[in-house]
């Protein structure tokens, strides 16, 4: 299901494919969120528009809101929000961790109240498997114990041994449904699953943590818990750490991860998957990315300013809108505003998907990396 | 500028084209609101798609945010808001009422303060005039004194005197411009200026209110003071009216009205152009308008319907998405929902006004009236 297509020459960044029920993605790729089942604002049409090739969602979220029932009578995530190309799903324990009430977290699983309607929920890890079988994602993440930054030594072992416990629970479960439907699904219906890699900042945890998801043999393995509130140089220094363990024939995957800044420095280090709703929170609040750093519209300067956001951007908001227009916009908090540069951010954030690979695959990663870094310097922020 | 195509055999119902400086337009028409220099929640394209032909904007909103300085070094408000088809522009004198702060009318103008920072401003008859001339809206039209129901007789003598006052004024402005600007524009910069009738609900005011304009010769006449609160009988009895008193060669516009209902049964009497928000800000509660009537998609109901918000809609929400998912989308206030109910709702408007015209040059708009009241009669609410 993952084939590496080339290797840049001085790095370790990586061109690939991953082949999943709806259709192949390239590799690195970036994931934009949607979180509700909708990434925010955008359209299908948007994100087609945007070459979007794979998005991810959100098993908790879906699961308080609309209901797994309805999703089920949809046929699947797909059906009920309209989008053709392949879907991962993350299984939501962060979103419990840090969105809902009242948890209390123990091996079984995870009890919790919704934060949407405060009704008590509990899942075990074999539930979140179920749960994203109706869902019908792509690419199946499992149930796993996400610390925050700084986090104690003594809690760091509990979430990781946990997070390890879950992983064989998920696996199993999954390889139980597997058979159970063998011969009755169809290509369609054919799920990955993720390992997801957790310790904290405390390398020799790391290790053990992925020492064990690499016996378990999983599709493909994410470095969770980074960008979690630690500096970036600890995030990158876990994650070059981290990522010489995993098997070179497996996509790996950095969730939540990042900046466009944080994007190009992980790939350089052979990242192939990431997600972040950096370019959609930032578009609701009227900050675009362009090929000269972030710019925040709403600022005075822009007032009188008719050029575009980012005028080595070829998207609908740039080709069609100035920048004191969107200023004005996002400045009267009209929709259209939020909208249209949360689009020409996940345009960028495409773009950006599709110079690296280019870049890779001419062997120029290096100097493409320096380049981006030096231009993007610019930033107002 | 203004030429009748065709007139219904049984109705006052007629067809035309209003040529403007930006373009000629099909009555009768409808124009979706752009208050803040954006119809609410829809991109050009968007409008491009409903097939919209001309928009309505605000003078009073504009003038306030972003303020004039910004529209003018953008070249007016075409350019500001990148929509190049036909922009007619309302005074704002209704939005100086209803929203503005400590207002003080006299004879020579409005005092006010902007509901955005509180700032005091002053218009004159005059001013409203050289704004709409920076803007370089299509359609101009002159500062009023729209009164609400119920009016005291009193007041209602007042407003009507005033208005006549200062559509004299307002007339005699535009001349000045024009003549001392002849030879220097191009036809871009042709504006056609509009009379607004008032008078209340008081038939002799009416009239008086529109011998004065008719005698003044305007390009056009607007019906305005309609949709204030009266009941709408009485809003049909006072059209029903005055209508019949403007001359059969100009356009004939209700300002505010209405909905789908009131559209029909007015363009019954002969009106040309009409304006509201309803569509879009009934988009963005979550209710849509359909060929059987209103639905609200945030009901229960619509929990598992998987079907389009209408099945005799061909646009791009109807055939992409499904109730289930928009009332999913309403209830968790996503932005997306809200934009893709407005978009159908100003797409159902413009049908129903091409639908309108091609059942008056079929001499068959008494039959379609019937019809289309019949099955919008459906309606939930």
Chains 1, 2 share one sequence.
Not at 174 to 200: E, M, R, Y
Not at 311 to 323: I, L, Q, T
Request: glycine share 6%; aromatic share 10%.
């Amino acid at each position: 299901m993952f084939k590496v297509i080339h290797k840049d020459k001085k790095t370790n960044a990586r061109t690939g494919l991953i082949k999943t029920a709806h259709g192949t993605v390239h590799t690195p790729f970036f994931m934009a969120v949607a979180t509700n089942a909708t990434v925010k604002t955008l359209s299908v049409q948007d994100l087609f528009d945007a070459q979007t090739e794979i998005i991810v969602s959100n098993t908790y979220h879906v699961f308080v809101r609309p209901g797994m029932e309805v999703i089920k009578k949809a046929g699947g995530l797909h059906k009920f929000m309209s989008w053709p190309r392949p879907i991962l799903t993350d299984s939501g324990g962060y979103q419990i961790f840090s969105l809902a009430l009242l948890r209390k977290v123990t091996d079984e699983g995870v009890k919790f109240q919704s934060h949407v309607d405060g009704m008590a929920h509990f899942f075990s890890p074999e539930d979140i498997i179920s749960l994203q079988k109706i869902l019908k994602s792509d690419i199946i993440m499992p149930l796993d114990e996400c610390v925050h930054y700084p986090c104690q030594r003594d809690y760091a072992e509990i979430a990781t041994r946990r997070t390890t416990l879950w992983a064989q629970r998920s696996k199993l479960a999954f390889n139980n449904i597997v058979s159970k439907t063998k011969g009755k699904t169809s290509a369609k219906d054919k799920q990955l699953l993720f390992g997801i890699i957790q310790g904290a900042t405390f390398k020799d945890l790391r290790k053990q943590s992925l020492d064990a998801l690499i016996d378990m043999d999983f599709d493909g393995y994410s470095i969770g818990g980074l960008s979690v509130g630690e500096p970036d140089n600890l995030m990158q220094d876990i994650l070059s750490y981290t990522i010489d363990f995993i098997p070179q024939d497996k996509p790996r995957y950095t969730m939540g991860v990042g900046t466009p800044e944080q994007i190009v420095e992980s790939v350089e280090k052979g990242v192939d998957m990431f997600d972040t709703c950096v370019p959609t929170r930032y578009g609701r609040n009227g900050t675009a990315f362009t090929s000269e750093g972030k710019i925040t519209l709403t600022n005075a300067r822009f007032i009188k300013d008719f050029s575009p956001i980012d005028k080595n951007c070829d998207c609908y908001a740039c080709k069609n809108y100035s920048r004191a227009y969107l200023r004005h916009l996002c400045n009267a908090k009209e929709i259209l505003g939020l909208k249209l540069v949360s689009y020409h951010n996940v345009y960028f954030f495409m773009k950006l998907m599709r110079d690296i690979r280019q870049a890779i695959e001419k062997d120029r990663f290096g100097e493409f990396k320096k380049d981006f870094l030096k231009k993007i310097k610019k930033d107002e922020n």
